[in-house]
């Protein structure tokens, strides 16, 4: 059972992960069909690729927002008078 369910955490498709560490605890002896250990996984890479987006978003934001100011298109524009003094 712990080497099909390594195999079966070890394929990450097309995704940007992949497994670095794989520990097994099984003290039951319990089985889990493949199907659900691959289920798993696909919902796992899911939320991970989710949060990771969401992560490099908020912290591209704050990237330009600390070089740019709160707000970027704001700083480039230069205010013009079209009333005469």
């Known amino acids: 059972m712990e080497e099909a369910a390594r195999v079966a955490f070890e394929k990450w498709g097309d995704t940007d992960l992949e497994l670095e560490a794989f520990t097994f605890h099984n003290p039951e002896q319990r089985f889990v069909p493949i199907s659900r250990l691959n289920q798993l996984r696909r919902d796992l890479a899911q939320g991970l690729s ?8 908020e912290r591209v934001t704050r990237v ?3 070089a740019c100011g709160s707000h970027p298109r704001e700083s480039r524009k230069r205010k013009i008078s079209l009333v005469p003094e």
């Open 50 to 57: 989710a949060a990771i987006s969401a992560a490099r978003v």
């Open 64 to 66: 330009k927002s600390a």
